[in-house]
């Protein structure tokens, strides 16, 4: 099964909300993902959330979610709806995951890590076959 990825942003350079939204907005079918890192003033906070704002990209949430817990064994924030911009203005199914806190030594030391980052980048991709699988 082949998809074709299309990035927001190949650099680090900020591009507004609505252009994101208006970038997935452009393509039939798409799903939007959005992938962050979080940070906290408390150094001890951890784990990864995923959100979501509308029902139908609940499921790929959840799947998403679950494949992260799974194959990264972090601590398991949830999956809860949003009103994120990007969210809210993406006519398909979208979803907001953060993959953990960048102010927090020992997840920011696995962040810098090429195969953590992988890791997260394949249980994504295998999330959105499962959930491509399940709408057919």
Not at 28 to 35: D, E, G, L
Request: charged residues 25%.
């Amino acid at each position: 099964m082949g998809f074709r990825t299309v990035l927001t942003r190949d650099r680090d350079v900020f591009i507004p909300l609505d252009t994101r939204a208006d970038i997935a907005n452009r393509y039939r079918n798409a799903i939007f993902v959005s992938i962050h890192f979080n940070s906290s003033y408390k150094n001890q906070a951890n784990g990864i959330e995923t959100y979501y704002r509308s029902s139908e990209s609940k499921p790929l949430a959840d799947l998403i979610q679950r494949e992260l817990i799974r194959n990264i064994g972090a601590v398991n924030r949830g999956v809860k709806t949003a009103n994120f911009a990007v969210l809210k203005k993406t006519r398909h199914p979208a979803i907001l995951v953060e993959g953990g806190f960048v102010s927090n030594p020992r997840e920011r030391d696995a962040l810098t890590d090429p195969r953590y980052r992988q890791l997260v980048a394949d249980s994504v991709a295998r999330s959105i076959i499962s959930f491509q699988r399940a709408a057919r």
